[in-house]
């Protein structure tokens, strides 16, 4: 059993920042990929940005150079670090975390985080 929790998210000023933090607990054996989505209203879910068990990460052009994603292996968390917010980020963030326990590999999704960024 693994459960994912999203902390960090609410309502910020246009130019503001915030960091969501990620959080994984149960029978891990070890994370793998990590990575943070988005989903506004009437839109599609997105990635944001991801980050490989090796270090590596991948964002989407629109937040490059403003986001920051990174990750914890000894504590089983993923942070995005939001800088310079628009409103255009406006969101429901969710963590996604490859992991392996002792039934297998799996891909495992967080509840959602709200992110607001008013003009």
């Known amino acids: 059993q693994v459960q994912l929790v999203e902390s960090g998210g609410g309502l910020v000023q246009a130019g503001g920042n915030l960091k969501l933090s990620c959080t994984a607990s149960?029978?891990?054996?070890?994370?793998?990929?990590m990575g943070w989505y988005r989903q506004a209203p009437g839109k599609q879910r997105e990635p944001v940005a991801l980050?490989?068990?090796?270090?590596?990460?991948n964002y989407r052009d629109s937040v490059k150079g403003r986001f920051t994603i990174s990750r914890d292996n000894a504590k089983n968390t993923m942070y995005l670090q939001m800088n310079s917010l628009k409103p255009e980020d406006t969101a429901v963030y969710y963590c996604?975390?490859?992991?392996?326990?002792?039934?297998?590999?799996?891909?495992?999704w967080g509840q959602g985080i709200q992110v607001t960024v008013s003009s």
């Open positions: 996604n975390m490859y992991i392996t326990t002792m039934g297998g590999r799996n891909y495992y």
């Open positions: 980050i490989l068990g090796g270090g590596g990460t």
């Open positions: 149960g029978s891990i054996v070890g994370p793998g990929t």
